[in-house]
């Protein structure tokens, strides 16, 4: 099979080796760009999210590509995204496009569909190579994790702008290429040590920002603009409520989600609605209980979860004294605009810590 996917930040090399191993050939995406956005956007029903619309733009691109299979994913329960599997299916099947697509809920949700997909994908190989190659996927993902919370910490300190971004693109494609558990092993602290090795100042006093929300565009820098680099060039040391193994043990591996945040939201939300709607508010509790000095709310344009999350925000700012700036992305939302409101929001939170600290304004 020639499979294509969905780009979604660092998950996007894990599918590749995963498939590699499998012995298919993967039509790796390219990082989404706006033609990507505008493709799928040109297909898409209006009402679809951004998400929605760039995983259909990349779709479009793998099959022009000579890709005959898509992968995908999709949650199970109020969320639209459930439905995403099949939508994208039948809209490229009316354009036209002849492949197969392998869809996978949640294991736990639907295990017997799960498991017919999984004989689909790993034939012919036995279940223990499947288990073994999952494994070295999962180890490879967590040093891509570690990598990116290494950047976020390093970046505001970093002494020459951009510095730290160049040192994880470089460390990104060194992990890109490496196969074997003792190569990932090897690779990971070379990589790890890329990063440090950025020159910054480790003592320096940074403003904290926690980002919640839609998992995708958390994950996807294009979907939400850079903003984790955004943040870092403006003094800000960011940190998501989502990386890729969390999210793999709490909701790909578990029915119940992060339980650590939706028990922080039960005061204010006492059941799922979708999405990462419950999460959001639990997240923002959290970080404001860290010490944080404010978070960013990222949601796609019309996703209900999000804005149950949303009309919470006040009381929740009210009640734990955090600020919360609430970005509502679509395709025509504009980097300008993301970016002066940022600016004023570190502005605002800047001057917050300076009036505890006993500082002035």
Not at 89 to 96: F, M, P, Q, T, V
Not at 201 to 209: N, T, W
Not at 344 to 352: E, G, L
């Amino acid at each position: 099979m020639k499979v294509t996917y969905g780009h979604m930040g660092t998950l996007t090399p894990i599918i590749e080796m995963l498939l590699e191993d499998l012995g298919h050939e993967p039509v790796t995406p390219d990082r989404p760009s706006r033609q990507t956005l505008s493709l799928g956007a040109k297909y898409a029903p209006e009402f679809a999210c951004i998400p929605f619309k760039i995983v259909l733009g990349t779709y479009i691109e793998g099959l022009k590509r000579g890709a005959d299979t898509l992968m995908s994913g999709g949650g199970y329960g109020p969320c639209r995204a459930g439905l995403y599997g099949e939508l994208h299916n039948r809209i490229l099947k009316d354009l036209g496009y002849d492949f197969d697509f392998i869809f996978f809920w949640p294991p736990l949700r639907k295990p017997g569909h799960f498991i017919r997909q999984l004989k689909k994908t790993k034939a012919p190989h036995s279940w223990g190579y499947l288990w073994r190659s999952f494994k070295k996927c999962y180890k490879k993902l967590a040093v891509l994790d570690d990598l990116e919370m290494l950047a976020q910490q390093i970046r505001p300190r970093e002494y020459k702008p951009g510095s730290t971004s160049r040192a994880f693109d470089q460390a990104y494609r060194m992990m890109r290429q490496v196969k074997s558990e003792r190569e990932i092993k090897e690779a990971g602290e070379a990589a790890r040590q890329i990063i440090r090795d950025v020159p910054h100042d480790s003592e320096k006093e940074v403003l904290k920002v926690g980002i919640i929300g839609e998992i995708y565009v958390q994950l996807e820098p294009f979907a939400n603009f850079f903003l984790e680099e955004q943040l870092g060039h403006m003094g800000v040391e960011a940190r998501r409520s989502i990386y890729l193994t969390s999210y793999a043990r709490h909701d790909v591996l578990s029915t119940k989600g992060d339980m650590g945040s939706r028990t922080l939201a039960v005061p204010y939300l006492a059941q799922k609605v979708g999405g990462h709607g419950q999460n959001s508010v639990g997240d923002i509790i959290r970080y404001a209980k860290q010490g944080f000095d404010g978070v960013v709310q990222l949601a796609p344009f019309s996703c209900i979860p999000e804005i149950v999350a949303k009309s919470l925000v006040p009381q929740l700012s009210k009640d734990y004294g955090i600020p919360v700036l609430t970005l509502f992305i679509d395709e025509q939302t504009g980097a300008a605009g993301i970016q002066t409101r940022l600016e004023a929001f570190v502005d605002m939170i800047s001057q917050r810590r300076s009036r505890d600290l006993g500082l002035g304004a």
